[in-house]
């Protein structure tokens, strides 16, 4: 059983971001938080993300996993405005999700939880890390996207560099330290990481304020933010392109 009530732009935030990296996504209904971990189909990159209960307006289950097409969601999402409230239900005896918008409601049959993979997080000590402003890091990716399809990310004591190559053109942003919310540095170091995956999540995270940062030489990119006043959290995980020379 599952009673669970959400504000529209509550649920638009939560389907958005997992959209960025998959089709399908299995949600888990927990006693305390939902919670979904989805990874692209070719294991690039990954999400994983915790919504408090108290987020909810209506919060009655029992623990329950529900496996479903985001484009389903996302499409009776897009009828209604921030402050209306979404209605999800559902029972095992049905087998059946209903969604309810205002007079709408909106049945759909869940996925097998088994056809979707909800991988287990990596577990790495990533060596150097920055907080920044979302908007700022956002702008500097859609700036590198211009010039090309891959980033190179660097960072030493004292500041953090986008940098892009194109065949022709170059685009760098720099942030100094004191332009940062908090740089960590043990070592200088540089990675490459694809904006083709980078760029749509940049548009979930650019108005959300302090987005975190973490990386290092050839090391997986950590990306870690909040939304609604931290009742949801997000870490983003993206594995270097270790094998360009640049």
């Excluded at 504000?7 to 638009?12: A, E, F, I, S, W």
Aim: charged share 25%.
């Amino acid at each position: 059983m599952l009673n669970v009530t959400a504000r529209q732009d509550l649920m638009n935030k939560i389907v958005e971001t997992l959209n960025v990296v998959v089709e399908d996504a299995r949600f888990e209904f927990k006693e305390d938080k939902m919670q979904a971990t989805v990874v692209d189909a070719s294991h690039v990159a990954m999400i994983d993300m915790k919504v408090d209960a108290a987020a909810f307006a209506t919060w009655e289950l029992e623990e329950t996993d529900l496996a479903l097409e985001l484009r389903k969601v996302k499409e009776l999402i897009s009828l209604g405005g921030a402050d209306d409230l979404i209605e999800m239900a559902y029972t095992t005896d049905t087998g059946v999700l209903t969604l309810n918008l205002g007079k709408i409601d909106r049945n759909i049959r869940p996925l097998d939880p088994s056809t979707v993979n909800s991988p287990n997080l990596p577990s790495i000590d990533i060596p150097s890390s920055i907080e920044m402003d979302g908007a700022a890091l956002a702008q500097a990716l859609r700036a590198a996207k211009q010039v090309g399809d891959l980033v190179n990310l660097s960072i030493d004591a004292s500041s953090f560099t986008v940098h892009v190559q194109g065949q022709t053109d170059s685009v760098t942003v720099s942030f100094e330290k004191d332009e940062l919310e908090s740089l960590t540095c043990a070592n200088p170091a540089r990675s490459q990481y694809s904006l083709t995956y980078l760029v749509p999540l940049s548009k979930v995270f650019s108005s959300l304020g302090t987005v975190k940062l973490g990386f290092g030489e050839s090391f997986p990119l950590r990306l870690e933010f909040s939304f609604n006043d931290g009742a949801g959290e997000v870490v983003y995980f993206l594995a270097p392109r270790v094998e360009t020379d640049y």
